[in-house]
């Protein structure tokens, strides 16, 4: 069972920054694509990010395109997500989620939280106008 844990939420001024976080003590980790949903209150978990194999790919919901930023650190089994330039409809609660790369033969990064294995607890953003 992997374990997730994600951390670097935290209150913002709009226009601000931050990075959050996604660790796991388990080196399986990086045979594993990583993903990055949010949840505002209210509303349904939706994706933010994706970052497959050693980050040669990565993929990216049309509305944090350009702001956002996802990377991993084989070494430290570490997701990173940097969120820049945060705007009041970016609050929300961050899960970063796994599954395992070759479950698919497609290859292509899921942005369907079904598809996602395992699931940390969530990290609250809070952007302020």
């Known amino acids: 069972q992997m374990q997730l844990r994600e951390s670097g939420g935290g209150l913002v001024q709009a226009g601000g920054s931050l990075r959050l976080s996604c660790t796991t003590s388990?080196?399986?980790?990086?045979?594993?694509?990583v993903g990055w949903f949010r949840q505002a209150q209210g509303k349904e978990r939706e994706f933010v990010a994706a970052v497959g194999l050693r980050g040669m790919t990565t993929r990216y919901q049309d509305a944090v395109q350009g702001r956002f930023a996802v990377s991993r650190d084989s070494i430290d089994y570490t997701v990173y997500l940097q969120m820049n330039n945060l705007k009041p409809e970016d609050t929300a609660i961050y899960y970063c989620?796994?599954?395992?790369?070759?479950?698919?033969?497609?290859?292509?990064?899921?942005?369907?939280?079904?598809?996602?294995?395992?699931w940390g607890q969530g990290t609250q953003v809070t952007v302020s106008s």
């Open positions: 388990i080196g399986a980790f990086n045979n594993y694509a």
């Open positions: 989620a796994a599954y395992f790369y070759y479950k698919t033969t497609t290859y292509t990064l899921s942005d369907s939280p079904p598809y996602y294995d395992f």
